[in-house]
């Protein structure tokens, strides 16, 4: 009786493995829009990579104080 259920508990996970692999990402191909409608440029608008042009990435954590470990 526990191996039945070893098998079918494997199948399920594996059946749950498998349909979740077939999913499309289409992001991708979404331009970014923020809450004030500014809209990033497309490939269209940009074009190719650009030599000697770098792009610089700054975030902050807001969500940080409100963990338990506060600083």
């Known amino acids: 009786m526990p191996r039945s259920y070893i098998f079918f508990f494997a199948l ?3 059946s ?3 349909f979740s692999q077939s999913h ?3 992001s991708a191909s979404l331009p ?3 809450a004030l409608g500014r809209k990033l440029p497309s ?3 940009v074009g190719n990579v ?3 042009k ?3 990435m700054f975030y902050w954590t807001w969500h940080y104080h409100q ?3 506060k600083p």
Do not use: R
């Open 43 to 45: 490939y269209g608008e």
């Open 32 to 34: 970014a829009t923020d």
């Open 50 to 52: 650009k030599k000697d």
């Open 24 to 26: 499309e990402n289409y």
């Open 54 to 56: 770098f792009v610089g």
């Open 12 to 14: 399920f996970i594996l």
């Open 67 to 69: 963990a338990q470990n």
């Open 16 to 18: 749950k493995a498998g």
